[in-house]
């Protein structure tokens, strides 16, 4: 038996002893936590601004000490290491001092979205056992407070629920920041620092259990590669819990070369580019139907673009039909980023000539990145052939939290993390998106479980069978239909969509359209064929 690194948390997959020491004889992984880097960022970049929201500025120094204070609440409240704690924060300073006084407490945060509903919320509260969710009051339209309400009543471990706003009910994030001394608990840099989501394919999102040691090295080693230092700014349009946003090299990435991040509460060109000329924006990261806005909106707008250097693309497949467009049309470099929160994050170089940039996603950003491509029985393919990319390497889980039975088919025995992706390799090494084997929709770079919809409306009194599948999509590559086999009365699209309205899922989860059927088309195996229904709506919709 190999030695393991000992991890205290229970329900994560330690890296095996010997590999944790490559990596670190490597120098990939420095021996650095997240509490500490803003502490040192502070003692260097002291007064330079760190973050930007409308009118506030908050400088290096400041942010570091507001952490400290919201740590000596967080411990007043009784959170301490290994604990919990669901975050769900839109793009706001607010996300970054809760963050980060956590990571000094060694308490994990649970990142979820802005646009997540009940039904998440709860699972990952639930899931998580977590003591605490901390929430926004109102965002986008959306008052969070019945559904907090509701999650605190049926979930047993938590103990507070805290918000940004103003409530009766609930104590207020603005109360926790107090002049205190607070117990710094020793954290170790190959401690799990956070529990990221993942996209999902068979049921609820799993959580994916991150260390600082190489999360940190992915930072790093995208700060490198995307060529940002003290001297860039960053802007935050996509909400930045997402794994893109938050560190490729993202917000994180941005802190730690202390670079000015500025956020922006949406990604609208009405907020982003008046942004960009007055701060300066250097860098900012889109997903692919949000780069086909902006190239329409920059159309009609007279804005001062000169400070843009990058813009990066990712999330889902680009066309390179659209990604021809960016650079003349913003005058600066386009970078294309195909990444995972498991792990591995792959980029087009900023000297890439055209061809790569346009036409592939990009390849590996460290030397370690072990990649592989292979077909259903897991035998390498022939170079330029397309088949599943599994990969390991030294910011790549091993494991999913609290999943021993789902890491079995999701991981191969030597640890290679099964990404569910079809793609190909070019002869420079490049790789290109072909397709997917994982059962998941990329709706614009949002990632919905088709099993995880199926659940919610196969309990509709009138649905008898599901199959949800990816339709294409000018705008947002797929949207999801819903193929529904119904029982005793069919139900209509608009029954549908409130029923799972009112289970409290993610807006974007709800199927684009719905299909009745009487059955459905069956693989050699008697198993549904989404292929075959891929294939039906597809041409349905071609012809049109
Ligand atoms: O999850 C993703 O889609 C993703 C895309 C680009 C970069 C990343 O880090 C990601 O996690």
């Known amino acids: 038996m190999s030695r393991?690194?000992?991890?205290?948390?229970?329900?994560?997959?330690?890296?095996?002893?010997?590999?944790?020491?490559?990596?670190?004889?490597?120098?990939?992984?420095?021996?650095?936590?997240?509490?500490?880097?803003?502490?040192?960022?502070?003692?260097?970049?002291?007064?330079?601004?760190?973050?930007?929201y409308g009118e506030e500025h908050v400088s290096y120094k400041t942010l570091d000490e507001r952490v400290d204070q919201l740590a000596a609440g967080f411990q007043r409240i009784g959170l301490k290491k290994e604990d919990r704690v669901?975050?769900?924060?839109?793009?706001?300073?607010?996300?970054?001092?809760?963050?980060?006084?956590?990571?000094?407490?060694?308490?994990?945060?649970?990142?979820?979205?802005?646009?997540?509903?009940?039904?998440?919320?709860q699972y990952f509260c639930a899931f998580s056992e977590a003591k605490a969710y901390i929430m926004p009051d109102h965002f986008?339209?959306?008052?969070?407070?019945?559904?907090?309400?509701?999650?605190?009543?049926?979930?047993?471990?938590?103990?507070?629920?805290?918000?940004?706003?103003?409530?009766e009910d609930f104590m207020k994030l603005a109360d926790l920041y107090i002049d205190d001394q607070y117990i710094q608990p020793e954290v170790s840099p190959s401690d799990i620092a956070f529990l990221q989501l993942s996209g999902g394919s068979t049921g609820l999102s799993k959580l994916i259990p991150r260390t600082h040691d190489e999360y940190i090295y992915s930072l790093r080693r995208s700060n490198e590669i995307c060529d940002l230092n003290e001297q860039s700014v960053y802007l935050a349009v996509l909400p930045i819990a997402h794994n893109y946003p938050l560190s490729s090299p993202g917000v994180l990435g941005a802190l730690y070369a202390g670079a000015r991040i500025v956020l922006s509460s949406g990604p609208s060109p009405d907020e982003a580019f008046p942004l960009i000329e007055k701060e300066k924006v250097s860098i900012t990261a889109l997903v692919p139907p949000l780069a086909i806005i902006w190239l329409e909106a920059v159309k009609t707008r007279s804005c001062d673009f000169s400070s843009l250097q990058v813009i990066q693309v990712g999330g889902a497949h680009f066309s390179s039909e659209t990604a021809k467009r960016i650079q003349p049309a913003f005058d600066c470099k386009l970078q294309q980023v195909y990444g995972m929160a498991e792990g591995l994050v792959n980029y087009t170089r900023l000297d890439d000539p055209d061809e790569i940039v346009i036409h592939t996603?990009?390849?590996?950003?460290?030397?370690?990145?072990?990649?592989?491509?292979?077909?259903?029985?897991?035998r390498e393919v022939a170079q330029g052939?397309?088949?599943?990319?599994?990969?390991?390497?030294?910011?790549?889980?091993?494991?999913?939290?609290?999943?021993?039975?789902?890491?079995?088919?999701?991981f191969t025995s030597d640890g290679f993390y099964r990404t569910g992706d079809l793609v190909s390799l070019n002869e420079?090494?490049?790789?290109?998106?072909?397709?997917?084997?994982?059962?998941?929709?990329?709706?614009?770079?949002?990632?919905?479980?088709?099993?995880?919809?199926?659940?919610?409306?196969?309990?509709?009194?009138?649905?008898?069978?599901?199959?949800?599948?990816?339709?294409?999509?000018?705008?947002?590559?797929?949207?999801?239909?819903?193929?529904?086999i119904p029982f005793?009365?069919?139900?209509?699209?608009?029954?549908?969509?409130?029923?799972?309205?009112?289970?409290?899922?993610?807006?974007?989860?709800?199927?684009?359209?719905?299909?009745?059927?009487?059955?459905?088309?069956?693989t050699p195996f008697g198993k549904v064929s989404k292929k075959a229904l891929r294939k039906m709506i597809t041409e349905k919709l071609a012809n049109v």
């Open 361 to 378: 996603q990009g390849r590996p950003m460290s030397p370690y990145d072990e990649i592989r491509i292979v077909d259903e029985e897991d």
């Open 4 to 52: 393991e690194e000992t991890i205290l948390l229970d329900g994560c997959q330690p890296w095996p002893h010997e590999i944790a020491a490559f990596y670190r004889d490597t120098d990939c992984w420095r021996g650095e936590t997240f509490g500490q880097i803003l502490r040192d960022r502070a003692a260097m970049y002291s007064e330079n601004i760190a973050l930007t």
């Open 140 to 167: 986008n339209g959306y008052n969070y407070f019945d559904m907090a309400r509701e999650v605190r009543e049926n979930t047993p471990s938590l103990q507070h629920v805290i918000t940004l706003g103003e409530s």
């Open 488 to 522: 005793e009365q069919t139900p209509s699209a608009a029954e549908i969509k409130a029923f799972l309205q009112k289970r409290g899922i993610a807006t974007y989860k709800i199927p684009d359209r719905i299909e009745i059927v009487n059955s459905f088309p069956q």
């Open 385 to 410: 052939e397309a088949g599943e990319l599994l990969t390991r390497g030294p910011y790549t889980i091993r494991g999913y939290y609290k999943a021993d039975h789902h890491n079995a088919k999701a």
């Open 428 to 484: 420079a090494g490049y790789i290109v998106m072909e397709g997917r084997v994982k059962d998941q929709i990329n709706r614009g770079g949002e990632k919905i479980a088709a099993e995880e919809v199926e659940d919610h409306l196969i309990a509709h009194r009138h649905v008898l069978d599901v199959a949800i599948v990816s339709m294409p999509d000018k705008f947002l590559g797929e949207r999801s239909c819903a193929f529904i």
């Open 86 to 121: 669901v975050v769900q924060l839109p793009n706001t300073i607010a996300f970054f001092e809760v963050c980060f006084a956590l990571f000094r407490l060694g308490v994990l945060p649970v990142f979820s979205l802005p646009t997540h509903r009940y039904s998440e919320i």
